[in-house]
């Protein structure tokens, strides 16, 4: 079946730099990828929506120039974030939909820690 | 936007009982409704969803009942068992590959034995 491949699975990283985070489908192409952020206790919250070969949809009250959403190709989406700071510590995790349906299938997600 | 609202935000239940989880949803142009179980630091699993040309849909010891009008939806797990024991979300969507899912704010299901 369909599946999403996210990596890295987790990472530390210092205040201050910048991390990126991949989200690949690996049996079809993925036209558009949303992103979500997941803090501790608390529910999954949309960030973005990455668009191949176009600019990324962000939600409202997210940095666009903090996170930044690349999706250069069918199978690959990226998410950015710069200058991170503590407050930017959660878990990160991507999906997307085959075409035609509407099945979700996520990525198996990225724990940040900004130290 | 779409806005989705998940009832109790945690639920205790003995082995063998049954665990009903509510939400409602606001937008009436959404059209799937997907129920995900979250264990701790992993991906949201599907669990069952729903379309809204169908009031209900069951699968083993999971079922899910949806009322357009109401605009509300629910997943009603029976003979739970211990593995049971996780976070739930409710989720809307307009359906598509470009719709987003709206998730609800998750309800920690606790079975006890």
């Known amino acids: 079946g369909a599946v999403v491949s996210q990596h890295p699975s987790w990472v530390i990283c210092k205040s201050g730099t910048s991390v990126k985070i991949e989200c690949r489908s690996l049996?079809?192409?993925?036209?558009?990828m949303f992103w979500y952020r997941q803090f501790p206790k608390q529910s999954l919250m949309l960030m973005a929506t990455?668009?191949?070969?176009?600019?990324?949809?962000?939600e409202q009250g997210v940095e666009k120039d903090k996170f930044l959403i690349n999706h250069a190709s069918l199978t690959l989406s990226t998410l950015t974030v710069t200058s991170a700071h503590p407050e930017d510590s959660s878990f990160y995790i991507c999906s997307t939909r085959t075409g035609g349906g509407n099945t979700i299938y996520f990525g198996e997600g990225s724990w940040l820690t900004v130290v | 936007g779409e806005n989705v609202e998940q009832h109790p935000s945690t639920l205790s239940v003995q082995e063998g009982d049954s665990a009903v989880i509510k939400c409602t949803y606001s937008d009436s142009a959404s059209n799937y409704f997907p129920w995900y179980k979250q264990e701790l630091g992993k991906r949201p699993q599907l669990i069952i969803d729903?379309?809204?040309?169908?009031g209900e849909k069951k699968d083993q010891r999971i079922a899910v009942t949806l009322n357009k009008t109401a605009k509300h939806f629910s997943l009603h797990i029976t003979e739970t068992q211990p593995e049971d024991s996780a976070v739930y979300f409710c989720a809307a969507s307009m359906g598509g590959t470009a719709s987003k899912l709206t998730f609800g704010t998750g309800t920690r299901l606790q079975v006890t034995l």
């Open positions: 049996d079809f192409q993925a036209t558009t």
């Open positions: 990455s668009n191949e070969g176009s600019k990324a949809t962000y």
């Open positions: 729903i379309r809204s040309n169908v």
